[in-house]
């Protein structure tokens, strides 16, 4: 289903953040980006309560950043009250995905976020403090389906043969949501701030620089293609990745060869891995 939320929207999924530290971390990053500025921005939060203070600085975060908070997606009742005595508006997602533990093994931001902890009195630390890192790995193999693996695992692997598949023939544009109950083909570009997700496979017949997540309802065996791969935001099933500060790179050039790059897991972490052709 196509959501548009608002004009000049751009959405940042901050579901995975288990504190306010965190939030904050995760958010100026996402905002530090350059088609993240004078956008309204469309925040997903999970279930961490914000009281006034708290939501204030996020706020204050984002206004600082040249962009506005439109409104907020959150299962906290705290949160929701607090945002209702803002005037902020919330947001009604239909999909419902269960968040992954934040991860986080990059020092610096370690660092930043107990700084942070500190400023809003969270001194206590994550349960998991590394982050599954995207990466580009040509010489590993992709897992093949062996002869005696457990039946459901099997059953995984295929489910998204089985699964209907929606086609679009258009670019996804920032602050647009598109979500699928089967698999998603996209012919067309995802633009950083818009968000894909579907069930089985996502398919991108251009560049995804969005957030995508396939094997929301839990299919850790899901694949994510594209022609080009440099999203903000990537998840299969509980598996979340984020894109390095070394490639964070926030427009790809547009050119007549590409080589297609394919996502999949392996020992629980994200790999992006060029398709070549073997003719």
Known sequence: MDKGFTDNGFIIDLT???KVSEIIYELSKALDMPDAKNKHICLKLGAVDLNETELSSIKTLIELMESTLAYISTSSAATLETATKFGIKISEFTN???????DDKDKDSSEVVKALDNIFGEDKPAENESVKVVKHEDEIEEPEIKEDEEEDVKKLRKEPENLPTLYIRRTIRSGQSISSDGNLVIIGDVNSGAEIIAKGDITVW?????????GSDGNNYARIRALKLNPVQIRIGDIFARRPDSVNIPFVQKTSEYTPEEAFTHNGSIIIKKIHNEN
Not at 96 to 102: H, K, L, V
Not at 206 to 214: E, S
């Open 206 to 214: 251009g560049i995804l620089a969005g957030i995508a997540h396939a």
């Open 96 to 102: 419902e995905i269960s968040a992954p533990s934040f």
């Open 16 to 18: 995975h953040a288990q």
